[in-house]
């Protein structure tokens, strides 16, 4: 039982339309603490004709929403901000209780979604057009940046809050109505900042919620003629099927899909500063990360010094509940994640690398996994092609920069890559060559509001966050007039 200040915050219906509804068909789901199996609650399982209704809504909500003046929308988005900063303890609450990871992650999460809240509300007041130096002095020409019209999001499990206001406050901003299907995993997250927006004073239909069947929904939000955008945020393979259902009305598409970091550790480096960054990395939210490091690569004149220092950090990690005072490493999401970093850790084995650490569930049982650390990896293996998607630290020997380099980028993934080095010329020229959208230098620290989230490859379409966050929601309108 979730004990909260606001117990008001805790939502099990569907938000469609303005309207707090159960589902049509009286269906229900169980949303459980993956640290307990407790079940939390009991949430209204939508499908096909609740997502037609919310589609209706914001269609119904888009005429009087687009046309109310930026500043207006500015103001709506900084009281949505201000309630979310005042209910950060529940919310975090919220979080960790259905998704796993510590409290005090959870806060910075929710705190995040703040600072994305405050930016896209600055944001909306910088939508300007263009006037263009005209070719015919009998004309005049100008550009017009207005909302695509009604959008769709779906956001995953790993960052509830967060992945849901960074999609849904640019959106509103820019003037678009939208529709969010939040994970089955994690849907009160989702519901309890949609609580947090009606009380902000949004009007009516312009952001629904609705949780439930993922397949019947996804598949009604892609082929709405409707819904002239939709915003995902997932794995790559369900990036690609998404990406086809759309394709037959050439819906604007933003796609934040799956990643393969590596994180390179060269001689020259500061081992300690690599060390802690690549705790961070690596075992924030249990290593359910898209941009987790994936692939440690540490040349061989450290090799050792690295895996030493790593290994003795990794043993000072306090594995629990995230609700539990000290804890740093949660469970994973359900049964099927712990199979995953299993198999990517017995395969690993059987190809030569050796576990100095972890490598089996933890003694607490139900998700929770031992931090695992990993030497000798290769490339042949598993955990070098596919996200791990768990605390697995494999590392990697290499020698040049030219091996590593073609190494890291040997993947058809692009999403987030991490190097360090005290070489000035090597950091240009490695951070220049790797084959990513985003690379952290000597830092893992490269998420937030003010800069443009998103990869290159099979990782996706688009960019979150930034000023360019915005333009993800806006066509462009060119009009010749005559004079």
């Not at 609705?210 to 990036?239: D, M, N, W, Y």
């Not at 998404?242 to 390179?264: D, Y």
């Not at 440690?296 to 895996?307: M, S």
């Not at 990517?344 to 003694?363: C, K, S």
Request: net charge negative; aromatic share 6%.
């Amino acid at each position: 039982m979730l004990v909260l200040n606001d117990p008001s915050l805790l939502q099990t219906r569907g938000f469609v339309a303005g309207r707090w509804s159960h589902a049509v068909s009286g269906a229900t789901f169980v949303v459980c603490n993956p640290a307990s199996g407790d079940v939390l609650a009991d949430v209204a399982c939508m499908a096909g004709d609740e997502a037609q209704q919310a589609i209706d809504g914001a269609a119904a909500a888009l005429a009087g929403w687009r046309k109310t003046v930026a500043t207006q929308r500015s103001h709506l988005l900084r009281a949505w901000a201000g309630l979310v900063r005042t209910h950060v303890e529940d919310l975090a609450l919220i979080l960790t209780s259905e998704q796993g990871k510590p409290l005090v992650e959870a806060r910075a999460e929710v705190l995040s979604g703040a600072a994305f809240l405050e930016w896209f509300a600055e944001e909306a007041r910088r939508v300007d057009g263009e006037i263009l130096q005209t070719t015919r002095s009998d004309q005049r020409m100008y550009v017009l940046k207005e909302p695509v019209g009604v959008c769709a999001a779906i956001t995953p499990w790993n960052f509830p809050m967060s992945m849901m206001v960074r999609k849904v406050a640019p959106a509103l901003a820019a003037g678009c109505t939208i529709v969010v299907k939040p994970a089955e995993q994690t849907p009160l997250s989702a519901l309890a900042l949609a609580e947090l927006a009606v009380r902000a004073g949004l009007p009516e239909g312009v952001l629904s919620v609705i949780c439930g069947a993922p397949q019947e929904i996804g598949k009604v939000l892609c082929e709405s003629h409707t819904v002239r955008k939709l915003s995902f945020t997932g794995s790559t393979a369900t990036g690609r099927l998404l990406m086809a259902q759309c394709a037959h009305n050439v819906k604007k598409l933003s796609l934040e899909l799956g990643g393969n970091a590596p994180f390179i550790v060269f001689d020259d480096a500061d081992v300690d500063a690599a060390v802690e960054g690549a705790m961070f990395i690596k075992f924030r939210n249990m290593g359910q990360m898209c941009i987790s490091a994936n692939r440690l690569y540490v040349q061989a004149g450290i090799y050792e010094v690295f895996v030493d220092k790593l290994q003795r950090a990794m043993k000072a990690l306090t594995v629990g509940e995230g609700t539990q005072m000290g804890v740093q490493q949660g469970p994973l999401i359900n049964p099927a994640a712990v199979a995953k970093v299993q198999q990517h850790i017995e395969d690993a084995e059987q190809r030569g690398a050796t576990v100095l650490l972890g490598g089996r569930q933890h003694d607490k049982g139900h998700t929770f996994f031992s931090p695992t650390l990993l030497r000798d990896a290769g490339r042949d293996m598993l955990l070098a092609r596919e996200e791990t998607f768990g605390p697995v630290a494999a590392v990697f020997r290499f020698d040049t920069v030219e091996q590593v380099l073609e190494a890291a980028n040997d993947t058809p993934y692009g999403l987030a890559a991490y190097f360090y080095s005290r070489d000035l010329h090597k950091v240009w020229a490695v951070a220049e060559a790797l084959e990513f959208g985003m690379v952290g230098v000597n830092t893992v620290m490269i998420a937030n509001e003010v800069a443009p989230f998103g990869g290159v490859k099979q990782s996706g379409l688009g960019r979150e966050g930034s000023r360019h966050g915005i333009t993800e929601y806006l066509e462009l309108k060119y009009v010749c007039m005559a004079a």
